[in-house]
Structure formats: structure tokens, C-alpha cells
């Protein structure tokens, strides 16, 4: 019989999609019929106090959690998320209910051994209730007490040796797709940045120095599977610098309907005879492709690296040869200043080990950033703030026009001297030779 009657939370458990609240009840039942055989570290019945006070925030229209105040592991500032029931007499099991952030392996590859040792250490010291994975990547353990805090903490790193990830104004754990493991459109080893990213800036992780948080995102092509021109601080985006590779007896082969589009994705209905104008050239947003007869022509100086051609016709186009990234800066999700994406700052740079000339990018922004970014306030609020040719001038960058996200709405330009051809001291005859009066 259950702890608490949540006539509330079980409308969530209505209808054909799966729901949270069913999960926490398996796991209240399981932790109930396991309570003789398992020597649980914290509270048997912390999810069925879960479910209680939910359904008491849903019946009284506000949340029941305070904020947990400094609490974590021992030399690190991050990590660890305190959470506290307002709540506890009524509901102790959940009187502490502190979140732990641990660092995924890059690209999600985790082998059924590894999980299965840490949703053991989770059941044993922790609510076993997870997330997989936080907005940021991270393996979240949803619900652990203040003195198992350094018991995960010591497990993780010796038995499992993995880490705890970021939580705070400090480096969140860096993120990346499948990268060339297992995808062919891939322009960049995005499993093997992030890593190096996470090992080389490590310090940044786990104590907080920042104004506010920072996300490292590594998406090997701009079909972006880790969506991080939108959920990033600083984007990486593995892109192409030549020209698209074209087969063009694949190409016929797509028309005369010998290939499926679209890899076979779409094949569960009858959509009719392939139309390779309709569904391909005439969809490029920069409309730089056509077909001269049988053969298909990319005017690749237009292209915008939209993907959807190579999508659409995977056997016969393919990215190019000559592969490295662009970095766009400042995305986040609306807190202060509303929603942002990336705006980008270095349209092409090599991304290859050991990745020396992006980390001396990184940190001149961070150097500048820790100076002069306001407290809670995110890399490109700062930019917004500061201007972007101001970032631009920090990491020493050339102005390029590809960054220019659209024409300067500000009449007022101050030039700098080094900046005028013949400085300030110019004679006048110099100018009316060239101006005639």
C-alpha cells in the first residue's frame, strides 16, 4: 500500500506516454521489497516521500524544496546540487535530497558493465533514481544524503574512475556527438576534442571561477546532433573548407529510383517517384545547385553547409576533404537577457591534437572574461554588453564578414588610430590632390 495518496500525480500517468511518476513508483516498490536484503544508505522509503511532496507542491502551487547552501565534496566547488524539504517532519525521508552530477564518457558510450556499476552504487547509496542525461550531458543521480556525499564521491573516482561533473559558475562537463566513432558526415573527431577539452580544463570544472556558467559543445557537422549552436557558450562545428564530392553515377542512381532517399529514413510509406528538384535543389537555401542534364553542378562557393543535400543523397555527395571546425560564442537559454544562439567568431580554424591554437582562443576569452564578465552574467551577455568586436580584438582575432550577423545599427564608429590610414596627422594638401576643390 502506498505511503501517500497522490490523486494529483496519477493523472500524470494517464494516457500513451510514458511517465516519471511511474518510475519513481517501480523504484519506491522495488526499494520496499528489497529493504530486508539490501543495507540501503539512505532512507528505504525517500521515493515514496518523493511522490508525497510532489503532490503536495502540485496541491498547493508551490514547491516545497529550499536551497541547499554550500554542500559538496572536499576540494571541489561543484558537482554536487544541495537540495532540502521544507517539509521534513512530515516527509524525512527527503529531508536531504541532494543531486550529483557525474561525467558522462564522451559521445554517451558507456558499456553495460559500467552502467550496471553505477546504477549499483546509485541503489546502494542513493535514491536510484537518474537522469540520463542532464541538459548539460551529465549522468544526473537524482536524491542522495549529506554523508553519502563523500562515499559516491570516492567510489566514482576509485573504483570507477570517472569524475564528478560541473555544477555552478565553472566549466560545465563539455559534451559531444558520436563523432567519427560511427558517422560518416563527421568533419571532425568530436569524441576526441571533448575529452582533451574536459582533461586540459579541469581545474575550471571542479572550482568555480567564472562570473556564471560555462558550455563547451562539440558537434561533428552542422547537422549539429548535440545541438550546440543553441545550448553552448562556446560551439564547436566540424565543417568542410572545399568542395562538396559528388558520384555522379550515384546521383543517377537516386533519380532512376535505384537508391532510396534519405538513406531508406522515410520508406515506411509511398511518397511517389523520387524528384531530386523538388526534393533537393530547389530546398537549398543558397540555391547553388542544379543539374546540367544527367549531371548534378554545386556552385560550392554558395554553399552554406545546410546538410540537407548530403542528408538526402548520402551515396552520392559527401563532405569534403579538407575539414576543421567554426566556433561560435554565446549561446544560452533565457534567464536574464532571453534566449541566444551562437554567434560565430571563427568561421574555419584545423581541429586537430593537441588542439593547441583553439585552447590559446579559449583562454584569452576566459582571461577577459573572469575580469570583466558581471556576476551571474554569461559569456555572451558580456558580448552583448561589451560589443563583439571587442571579443573579437580579446582573442585576437581578425574582423571577418562571414561574423557580421547583420548590417551595425549603431551610427557612432570610433576608429583607432593604427586603424586610419595615415594616422591623425594627415596634411590637408595630401587630401585636395586626391579631392580636387
Request: charged share 25%; with cysteine.
Amino acid at each position: 500500500m502506498a505511503k501517500h495518496k497522490t490523486p494529483l500525480l496519477d493523472e500524470l500517468e494517464k494516457g500513451p506516454w510514458p511517465s516519471f511518476v511511474s518510475d519513481i513508483k517501480r523504484e519506491a516498490e522495488s526499494r520496499t521489497k528489497n529493504a530486508n536484503n539490501v543495507e540501503y544508505q539512505i532512507p528505504v522509503d525517500v521515493c515514496e516521500d518523493l511522490l508525497g511532496v510532489l503532490e503536495l507542491s502540485y496541491t498547493d502551487g508551490e514547491t516545497h524544496w529550499k536551497h541547499g547552501g554550500i554542500v559538496g565534496v572536499f576540494g571541489y566547488g561543484g558537482g554536487v546540487i544541495g537540495r532540502y524539504c521544507d517539509q521534513p517532519e512530515q516527509f524525512p525521508g527527503v529531508a536531504h535530497f541532494h543531486t550529483v552530477r557525474v561525467n558522462q564518457p564522451s559521445g554517451f558510450y558507456y558499456s553495460t558493465d559500467f552502467l550496471k556499476q553505477l546504477c549499483d552504487l546509485w541503489e546502494f547509496r542513493g535514491s536510484g533514481l537518474t537522469n540520463m542525461h542532464g541538459s548539460t550531458g551529465d549522468i544526473v543521480w537524482l536524491g542522495t544524503t549529506t554523508p553519502q556525499l563523500e562515499e559516491i564521491f570516492y567510489e566514482l573516482t576509485h573504483k570507477l574512475d570517472t569524475d564528478l561533473g560541473g555544477s555552478g559558475s565553472n566549466l560545465r562537463t563539455p559534451a559531444s556527438c558520436l563523432g567519427m566513432s560511427r558517422c560518416q558526415y563527421s568533419c571532425i573527431d568530436a569524441q576526441d576534442l571533448c575529452h582533451d577539452l574536459t582533461i586540459e580544463y579541469q581545474d575550471f570544472l571542479h572550482r568555480p571561477a567564472f562570473p556564471y556558467k560555462f558550455k563547451f559543445k562539440v558537434d561533428g557537422c552542422p547537422n549539429g546532433c548535440v545541438a550546440s549552436i543553441a545550448r553552448s557558450d562556446l560551439s564547436f562545428i566540424g565543417l568542410w573548407k572545399d568542395n562538396i564530392r559528388i558520384d555522379q553515377e550515384a546521383v543517377k542512381a537516386y533519380i532512376g529510383g535505384e537508391i532510396k532517399p534519405n538513406a531508406g529514413a522515410h520508406s515506411g510509406r509511398d511518397w511517389g517517384k523520387f524528384d531530386i528538384n523538388k526534393e533537393v535543389i530547389d530546398l537549398c537555401p543558397t540555391n547553388c545547385m542544379w543539374m546540367e542534364g544527367n549531371t548534378l553542378k554545386i556552385n560550392d562557393k554558395e554553399c552554406n553547409h545546410c546538410m540537407h543535400c548530403i542528408n538526402a543523397l548520402p551515396r552520392a555527395l559527401r563532405i569534403g576533404e579538407e575539414t576543421g571546425c567554426a566556433m561560435l560564442l554565446g549561446a544560452k537559454a533565457p534567464i536574464l537577457d532571453g534566449a541566444q544562439m551562437g554567434t560565430l567568431i571563427v568561421p574555419f580554424i584545423k581541429c586537430e591534437a593537441p588542439y593547441t591554437e583553439i585552447k590559446d582562443l579559449i583562454e584569452k576569452l576566459f582571461e577577459f572574461w573572469m575580469e570583466e564578465g558581471k556576476n551571474r552574467e554569461r559569456v555572451g551577455e558580456t558580448m552583448k554588453r561589451v560589443g563583439l568586436y571587442k571579443i573579437l580584438q580579446v582573442m585576437e582575432l581578425e574582423v571577418d564578414a562571414r561574423v557580421v550577423q547583420e548590417p551595425r545599427t549603431n551610427p557612432y564608429i570610433f576608429w583607432k588610430e593604427e586603424e586610419v590610414p595615415g594616422g591623425w596627422d594627415r596634411q590637408i594638401e595630401d587630401y585636395r590632390s586626391r579631392h580636387k576643390m
